[in-house]
């Protein structure tokens, strides 16, 4: 049984049901089956929606893959494992969460407590061979987000989805834009985080919407692991 949030479980059960994730699990069966190292482990590759239930998600922010360094992935996009060392990208996130809200970054790199607080940290594929970058891309995990974005996308709720690089603003292309927020910019990777991610404000801006909108804002500071 697919450790998932009832919220999301119900409306997706069509997902779970057809061919290409059959197709899917086949796949990740036999590579398993052929001795590779796959991340997240099994119990965290929904790890995303269980955190943050349909009904709370206030802000989606779109990945690409997990991690594929051994420790690092654990079901939300952006974020690793207590202890682990801050990839580039989310060391660029920090920063520019110090320039927007004056928030000094943590001494982990572990955004739990964003998801908690109704921020989807969702990446579009949800598993990745040991260190081979988007090596489960097209086999079927972007139709399943896909069908996660359409849900979020369909409540009345506004929501700000905040997407970093071409791959995510392709992704959520479709998003209603009389409804909720959208905020693009470059990605935060250091190949391309001078290019306009700095000065981007995403964290700002997304508060300033939420509170217009009559929902509660975000408190993007994250307290420092136990």
């Not at 682990?84 to 407590?113: A, T």
């Not at 991610?197 to 509170?211: D, H, R, V, W």
């Not at 929902?215 to 136990?226: F, G, K, Q, V």
Request: net charge neutral; glycine share 8%; hydrophobic share 40%.
């Amino acid at each position: 049984m697919v450790k998932l949030n009832e919220s999301w479980r119900t409306p997706l059960q069509g997902e779970f049901d057809s061919p290409y994730m059959a197709a899917l699990r086949q796949f990740l069966v036999g590579e398993k089956e052929a001795g590779k190292r796959i991340f997240p482990p099994g119990g965290e590759w929904f790890h995303a929606l269980d955190a943050t239930p349909l009904e709370n998600v206030r802000a989606v922010i779109l990945g690409q893959d997990p991690y594929h360094g051994p420790g690092q992935a654990h079901g939300l996009c952006f974020s690793v494992r207590p202890g682990v060392r801050v990839p580039p990208s989310l060391v660029n996130i920090y920063k520019e969460l110090r320039d927007d809200l004056g928030i000094e970054p943590p001494g982990h790199g572990n955004l739990e407590s964003w998801a908690k607080q109704g921020v989807l940290l969702l990446n579009a594929v949800l598993t990745v061979e040991a260190h081979r970058a988007a090596s489960h891309q097209g086999k079927g995990w972007e139709q399943f987000t896909d069908a996660v974005i359409r849900l979020v996308n369909a409540r009345e709720e506004p929501v700000v989805f905040i997407l970093w690089g071409s791959y995510a603003q392709r992704k959520a292309a479709f998003v209603d834009r009389s409804r909720h927020l959208v905020l693009k910019s470059p990605h935060p990777s250091p190949l391309s985080a001078h290019n306009g991610f700095f000065g981007s404000k995403p964290f700002s801006k997304a508060n300033a919407f939420l509170k217009e909108k009559g929902r509660e804002p975000i408190d993007w500071r994250l307290p420092e692991a136990d």
